[in-house]
């Protein structure tokens, strides 16, 4: 039986390298960041339930003008600001120096720039343009992550994050869907831990939990 502080204060901050699919570009190159804060509620020593608010920066780049050529000589970069609401599990075992978990997380988007390039090779002159109202507002991604603790309060871990549902609203002939995904390497530090102490009861008794 445990009891005490269960709730904690965290705060993270992490690198990001992001691509987006249906882009028509290969690779994740696009150079970002993640910093946002959190809490975690304990059910004991070893599981939590987290809940982070972050911002993010992401998107997709290629290292070249134009990179690998694509059936239409088409390929789009996107540069892209979101606000995501994250509700994770993690699994922290006790006396090991790992944690991992995983969960859901709502990008709500707050800036988009992108550009087109085209095939220097082709003899198209035709101009394409991704109007706002083809994107949608938001977009749901799923995170899955493992870590190691440094400190009794800090650890750090990398993770994959990948979108499940489509910021594009409806495909078009040039692009069929627009889907992020990204890894990252994040710091993570417990501002205030909580407090759990396990309680030993002797063969016979009964255990009751105190507030």
């Known amino acids: 039986?445990?009891?005490?502080?269960?709730?904690?204060?965290?705060?993270?901050?992490?690198?990001?390298?992001?691509?987006?699919?249906?882009?028509?570009?290969?690779?994740?190159?696009y150079p970002g960041y993640v910093f946002g804060i959190g809490t975690n509620y304990s059910f004991n020593r070893t599981n939590d339930i987290s809940v982070k608010t972050s911002y993010y920066r992401q998107g997709s780049i290629s290292t070249k003008a134009f990179s690998a050529p694509s059936v239409d000589a088409f390929q789009i970069q996107m540069d892209m600001n979101t606000i995501g609401l994250e509700i994770s599990y993690k699994y922290d075992p006790e006396d090991q120096f790992y944690f991992l978990g995983g969960g859901i997380v709502r990008h709500q988007v707050v800036k988009v720039n992108y550009e087109i390039d085209t095939s220097p090779f082709t003899s198209s002159n035709e101009k394409f343009t991704l109007d706002?109202?083809?994107?949608s507002t938001s977009y749901f991604g799923v995170k899955i992550y493992y870590g190691i603790n440094l400190l009794e309060r800090a650890g750090a871990y990398f993770a994959l994050e990948s979108g499940f549902t489509d910021l594009l609203k409806e495909p078009n002939d040039r692009i069929k869907r627009l889907s992020p995904y990204f890894l990252s390497a994040v710091f993570t530090y417990e501002?205030?831990?909580?407090?759990?102490e396990e309680k030993k009861n002797r063969p016979g008794s009964k255990a009751r939990l105190i507030d």
Not at 8 to 29: N, P, W
Not at 191 to 196: E, K, Y
């Open 191 to 196: 501002i205030i831990a909580p407090n759990i």
């Open 132 to 135: 706002s109202e083809a994107l």
């Open 1 to 29: 039986m445990c009891s005490g502080q269960r709730f904690s204060l965290l705060a993270e901050a992490g690198i990001v390298r992001g691509q987006i699919d249906g882009d028509k570009l290969q690779g994740f190159h």
